[in-house]
């Protein structure tokens, strides 16, 4: 979805987009939707810039961290973003310092703000950094690939090389 800054009221826009499924191109980014997004929002001109706020709904599907098994995770997140006009020019050159307040910031081309490209944006940003089925998911062996949550294996655990002169002490001590 487009929204067009050319006629855009003084008082703002309020929008409401409910996406079906295959309207968002997932190609790019780790999870699956379950249940499409549904974006609410306004956009109010700040100057040049332009600021967006709503909420973002959604169902995403990814793979436990551990076991790979299929995890819904229902997401609801805010976002508040200011977009500021494409500099043509190009005028900023060589390495500039980002501050907080520049971590919200987007830029928008031809008065356009892509809205598709922004819930793809911050869903991404909403996932947790560590996905589990459940707490006490026991993952997949690296030895054989048994599911250890569903059964147990004979295998056993390799010891990192770096503490392999820990584990021949041990032996040592356990022989005597």
């Not at 549904?38 to 909420?55: I, K, Q």
């Not at 508040?80 to 190009?90: F, V």
């Not at 089925?133 to 599911?147: A, I």
Request: with cysteine.
């Amino acid at each position: 979805m487009i929204i067009s800054l050319v006629r855009l009221p003084a008082d703002g826009l309020k929008f409401e987009h409910r996406y079906v499924a295959g309207e968002l191109d997932l190609r790019d980014y780790d999870f699956e939707l379950e249940r499409p997004p549904v974006v609410r929002g306004r956009v109010d001109r700040v100057g040049a810039e332009m600021r967006l706020r709503g909420t973002i709904e959604a169902a995403l599907k990814r793979p436990c961290d551990r076991c790979l098994k299929e995890v819904a995770l229902p997401v609801e997140l805010p976002f508040d973003l200011l977009y500021t006009p494409e500099d043509p020019g190009g005028s900023r050159t060589g390495e500039i310092e980002l501050h907080e307040r520049d971590l919200d910031f987007a830029v928008y081309q031809n008065d356009e703000i892509d809205l598709d490209e922004m819930v793809l944006e911050q869903l991404e940003l909403g996932l947790p950094t560590r996905l589990l089925c459940r707490e006490d998911c026991q993952g997949l062996c690296p030895e054989c690939g048994v599911d250890r949550n569903l059964e147990s294996c004979a295998c056993a655990a390799p010891t990192d090389p770096r503490w392999q002169a820990l584990a021949d002490l041990k032996k040592k001590f356990e022989n005597k």
